[in-house]
């Protein structure tokens, strides 16, 4: 069964750190380019950061540049997400999703697998 599972999520104060984690299981994440979305209560879904198949290009979105990094282990079949400095506008469910693709950058478009996210929760 190919699957993306979302760990690492949960409370912390402002100006905390958390890592999300995104493990593959039923495939290999080598031929993929990810993506972090972040879906708050009554917003839509925003796409966050991005890597590509290679790790050579990442993208941030304006409002995390700075304070998050996104990085992959193809050798664990896992991409992370470093998030220092949180906020409490931070607060969201927070999935990862993986593009098949041959290009060298990534995307926040026509995902092909998606997780079933995990909730990060920033609050004093």
């Known amino acids: 069964q190919l699957q993306l599972v979302e760990s690492g999520g949960g409370l912390v104060q402002p100006g905390g750190s958390l890592r999300l984690s995104c493990a593959a299981s039923?495939?290999?994440?080598?031929?993929?380019?990810i993506g972090w979305f972040r879906q708050a209560p009554g917003k839509e879904r925003e796409g966050v950061s991005c890597?590509?198949?290679?790790?050579?290009?990442?993208n941030y979105a304006d409002s995390v540049k700075g304070r998050f990094t996104i990085s992959r282990d193809n050798a664990k079949n896992t991409v992370y997400l470093q998030m220092n400095s949180l906020k409490p506008e931070d607060t969201a469910v927070y999935y990862c999703a993986a593009q098949f693709t041959a290009q060298r950058m990534c995307t926040y478009y026509n995902m092909d697998y998606w997780g079933k996210g995990t909730l990060v929760t920033v609050s004093s």
């Open positions: 890597i590509s198949r290679s790790g050579g290009s990442t």
């Open positions: 039923g495939f290999t994440l080598d031929y993929y380019a």
